[in-house]
């Protein structure tokens, strides 16, 4: 069975502030809460055991490199970035420049900060639907900032890689996925996410 975030509407006069609404995701930190460009609040449903362990490993991945490489920062699927349509997401991975992250004053970093990653990643789960989670990275690839993301479909064995301006390109059951010049020498290791 596939399943689909919950989304709720709110009427115009009820739209929370920035403000507002971190406070909500932090009343509520047991739900994986978004909100959309509309003001729509987006609620995804818990990962499974297996997808949580697959994710894990991402992140581990991605922060062993992120350490020995030194120039960014990785970020975990807990964390919220305002991006400029005014839309709140949380990548399942992320990562940004230091030069970047360090551009931001301390209050900004210490609630959803108005920054979209360098690069993101997405993991599709068993029950998860793909196109929601393909609008996800188009949105995220019109924000300035961005330079790579992935969509990792276990599902169907397959690695969506976005960049921007470029045609979506589909890696059919990978070894090894490359983080070309946005990541130096980041080599996400498949073998233990499919």
């Given at each position: 069975?596939?399943?689909?975030?919950?989304?709720?509407?709110?009427?115009?006069?009820?739209?929370?502030?920035?403000?507002?609404?971190?406070?909500?995701?932090?009343?509520?930190?047991?739900?994986?809460?978004?909100?959309?460009?509309?003001?729509?609040?987006?609620?995804?449903?818990?990962?499974?055991?297996?997808?949580?362990?697959?994710?894990?490993?991402?992140?581990?991945?991605?922060?062993?490199?992120s350490e020995q490489d030194g120039?960014?920062?990785?970020?975990?699927?807990?964390?919220?970035?305002?991006?400029?349509?005014?839309?709140?997401?949380?990548?399942?991975?992320?990562?940004?420049?230091?030069?970047?992250?360090?551009?931001?004053?301390?209050?900004?970093?210490?609630?959803?900060?108005?920054?979209?990653?360098?690069?993101?990643?997405?993991?599709?789960?068993?029950?998860?639907?793909?196109?929601?989670?393909?609008?996800?990275?188009?949105?995220?690839?019109?924000?300035?900032?961005?330079?790579?993301?992935?969509?990792i479909d276990r599902k169907n064995?397959?690695?969506?890689?976005?960049?921007?301006?470029?045609?979506?390109?589909?890696?059919?059951?990978?070894?090894?996925?490359?983080?070309?010049?946005?990541?130096?020498?980041?080599?996400?290791?498949?073998?233990?996410?499919?």
């Open positions: 069975m596939l399943s689909s975030p919950i989304v709720l509407r709110i009427l115009s006069t009820m739209q929370m502030t920035d403000d507002q609404f971190f406070e909500f995701c932090q009343i509520n930190r047991d739900l994986r809460i978004e909100r959309n460009k509309l003001g729509e609040l987006v609620i995804m449903p818990p990962t499974g055991s297996e997808t949580g362990n697959r994710e894990f490993n991402i992140l581990g991945q991605l922060w062993v490199w120039t960014g920062i990785a970020f975990s699927p807990s964390t919220g970035f305002k991006l400029s349509t005014g839309a709140e997401r949380s990548p399942d991975a992320s990562w940004i420049k230091l030069e970047r992250w360090n551009a931001l004053s301390a209050e900004q970093k210490q609630k959803f900060a108005p920054i979209c990653p360098d690069f993101v990643i997405e993991l599709r789960s068993a029950s998860d639907n793909l196109k929601p989670l393909q609008e996800k990275m188009e949105e995220y690839m019109r924000e300035p900032g961005v330079q790579l993301g992935w969509l064995r397959r690695v969506y890689i976005y960049r921007p301006n470029q045609e979506v390109e589909c890696l059919e059951n990978p070894d090894t996925v490359s983080g070309e010049l946005v990541l130096p020498g980041f080599i996400l290791n498949m073998s233990k996410i499919w």
